[in-house]
């Protein structure tokens, strides 16, 4: 076996990622809803007519690539902006050279990376220069700019949402990277295509990722001469973790939800969190998972434990704004409480019962005395007439039924012996008692 010559060219010296980086729209992978011919985003482009614009998608999606060929296709002067590394004083010598050039009659495109990192003070310098033309300002972000870009200046700014890649997207983005890439294409790379397709989905939707591990599988394999011969076994210590049998739109991802949802449902604490691991380690979208605790926390907990209910919504409002991985142990936390709550399907039950009610009497007038008279001919027809305001009567109750005469005595909430809802039939039991009373001293 010869010594690994790969990198000793200076063009190999850069990282794949880089190397790959599209110089225009037709080579670029992914996002078609933005860079398809006739789409906004395209057009401006290629007209090079932009405006001001917030790019916001996870990371690896293309959002600086973007940024990148406008820089190439731009007759503006384009400025590369590091939120990490600038303050305000750079921003005000960047907004004062942009001034001159358009004194100049030329524009300034300015690219912020990261721009959810500068502070308001920072955001804010940029507000007078975008309103009156001084710079055309970009900005990527992988958090939600709708709390991480002050409301001004995103008033001023049209955001474009760039999607995770797709399996498909990453497979064809590494079978052209093997062919075109300027230092791998000077070698016959033996690699299968079912190998190929476990780094499309090691990567979870990130191009840049994908192809850092494609990077490191082909440093790390055998070269015999002008043949680098990638073997499975490599494949499997660089990924180094089984999320290959998780497909987020196959029977798996059903499969999967299905036993979380079960497991919390037998008060399966174990079982509940192996399976959210298998889900996000696997490259669940965590929100998925979030909306599927909230919908469980009333399906099958409901007014046993109200609890449950803000516990879950919480984790949701903490996936939204952490995102992956720090938001697992939100998750951790609402999946463990509901698994260990008290549990109740109650509400369910009842609004199935009222549904079927309401769909075979959906002609059944609503009773007149709960109907508001906002005119004088509704209050003339009897809208409104012998309206109890239950305000007005000791225990704030009244006997007044409110359901439609064909279904009154009709029961739909029935609680059950579980939790809280004890103290809640309970409760029921009383408000009857106390309408009945009232009912018999007519």
Known sequence: MEENTLFKKDESLRPLADRMRPKGLEDFVGQEHLVTKGKILYEMIKRDELTSLIFWGPPGVGKTTLASIIAQKTKSFFVNFSAVTSGIKEIKNVMKEA?????????????????????????DAFLPYVEKGSIVLIGATTENPSFEVNSALLSRMRVFVLNALSFDDLLKLLKRTLKEDVVFKNYEIEISEDDLGAIAHFAHGDARFCLNTLEMVIDNSEHVHNKIIVSNDLIKQVLNRRTLLYDKKGEEHYNLISALHKSMRNSDVQAALYYLARMLEGGEDPLYVARRVVRFASEDIGMADSRALEIAVSAYQACHYLGMPECNVHLSHAIVYCSLA?????????????????????????????????????????????YMYAHDYEGHITAMSCLPDKLKGHTYYRPSNQGTEVKVALKMQEIEKIKHKLKNQK
């Open 99 to 123: 001034d001159e050039r358009l004194n100049m009659g030329q524009r300034t495109v300015l690219f912020v990376d990261e721009i959810h990192r500068f502070n308001k003070a920072q955001q």
């Open 342 to 386: 008290s549990k109740s399907n109650s509400l369910e039950v009842a609004y199935l019962s009222a549904k079927k009610d309401a769909l075979a009497t959906m002609e059944e007038p609503v009773p007149l005395h709960i109907r508001n008279a906002p005119t004088r001919l509704m209050k003339d027809l009897g809208y409104g007439k012998n």
